[in-house]
């Protein structure tokens, strides 16, 4: 069975450019997931879908970030324009139930390293 | 909020040392407890778990206890092998979404 994948795996672009990250859940599962790791800090939550209807973006951090899941399926992250604090990992998440669920476990893919410069 | 503080990195350990990695956390209620490990180049995997209090989780060597009293999750294995090389993040889920400590970089030279 695939896992979560995601593509690119590295993306270098300039400020002012636009990027498109891209997030293929594993097969069944409603729940797709972004995160984000800043160089050094945490792994922050972005938002969270169930099929394509956006559940929780409270960890968006601003409008230049833009998430899509059309027809419940992948899910893609664009930002537009990049600036330089865009800069880290950012990670999908996939899971068949809610991850506040007790035996629910997320299945994590393995990150899109984006640097603007 | 809640939010979880581990051990600043990088550790570097020599092959069958034993490993500690600190990890504490502030939450409301009763959190459950997660260790991630991240190898080089690939995703985030699930290490082990805890869903309540003394809860031990353990898996591949590495083991972890739920102490509500210290709000502690540290991870540890007995002997380290070269290919436990990688990033470990600490993890806590309450009433929501994942919440991730900062990661410790792990190397194990030979």
């Known amino acids: 069975e695939a896992g979560v994948t995601q593509f690119p795996s590295h993306s270098v672009i300039e400020k002012g450019q636009t990027v498109t990250l891209r997030c293929d859940p594993i097969s069944g599962h409603d729940n797709l997931y972004w995160y984000r790791r800043v160089m050094g800090k945490e792994i922050k939550f972005l938002l969270h879908?169930?099929?394509?209807?956006?559940?929780?973006e409270s960890g968006m951090p601003n409008n230049r970030f833009l998430a899509e899941r059309t027809g419940g399926t992948y899910s893609t992250l664009k930002v537009q324009p990049a600036e330089l604090e865009d800069s880290g990992v950012y990670f999908c998440?996939?899971?068949?139930?809610?991850?506040?669920?007790?035996?629910?476990?997320?299945?994590f893919g393995q990150g899109t390293r984006l640097t603007v410069v | 909020g809640d939010s979880v503080t581990q051990m600043e990195g990088p550790v570097t350990l020599s092959e069958e040392a034993f490993l500690t990695i600190n990890c504490t956390y502030t939450?409301?209620?009763?959190?459950?407890l997660f260790w991630y490990v991240q190898y080089p180049g690939e995703g985030l995997q699930l290490l082990l778990k805890a869903t309540k209090a003394d809860d031990k989780g353990s898996n591949k060597g590495f083991e972890a206890t739920y102490r509500k009293e210290t709000t502690s999750f540290h991870l540890e294995k007995g002997s380290v092998q070269v290919s436990d090389s990688a990033v470990y993040f600490c993890?806590?889920?309450?009433?929501?979404?994942?919440?991730f400590g900062k990661g410790t970089k792990l190397s194990v030279k030979p």
């Open positions: 879908f169930v099929k394509e209807s956006k559940q929780d």
């Open positions: 998440a996939s899971s068949q139930g809610g991850i506040f669920r007790v035996n629910t476990e997320a299945f």
């Open positions: 993890a806590l889920r309450g009433q929501g979404n994942l919440i």
């Open positions: 939450a409301t209620g009763y959190p459950s």
